[in-house]
């Protein structure tokens, strides 16, 4: 069972970039997905969250409006289209898997976690 991050890099303020959560050794089907990030010195924080059906849970309000979150149970893939980039926005993402609905906010909540994927936004 594991979770691949990939699709960060270094991106200027304003930019975008998508991230992909892209699991092995199990069907994500019936998992709900959590996107957090952690910043150097500070605490995982939860970003967004997908249940197996297509609910989504937000996170901090920082995000909202410029995140989204989406699932191809097809390609068992979870993405995060993130837009509008600003430096604070800089940390290393993580996906990861939850056995349960619905979407935890909680790092705790989580059964399976994928490696991370660096961001880095600046000029």
């Known amino acids: 069972v594991q979770l691949q991050a990939s699709g960060g890099g270094l991106v200027a303020p304003g930019g975008s970039l998508r991230l992909s959560c892209a699991a092995s050794?199990?069907?994500?089907?019936?998992?709900?997905i959590g996107w957090f990030r952690q910043a150097p010195g500070k605490e995982r924080e939860f970003v967004s969250g997908?249940?197996?059906?297509?609910?989504?849970?937000d996170g901090s309000n920082s995000v909202k409006g410029r995140f989204t979150i989406s699932r191809d149970n097809g390609k068992n893939t979870i993405y995060l289209q993130m837009s509008s980039l600003n430096p604070e926005d800089t940390a290393v993402y993580y996906c990861a898997a939850r056995r349960v609905q619905p979407v935890g906010v909680f790092p705790y909540d989580y059964d399976y976690w994928g490696q991370g994927t660096q961001v880095t936004v600046s000029s």
């Open positions: 050794g199990f069907p994500l089907d019936y998992y709900a």
């Open positions: 997908i249940t197996w059906s297509g609910i989504i849970t």
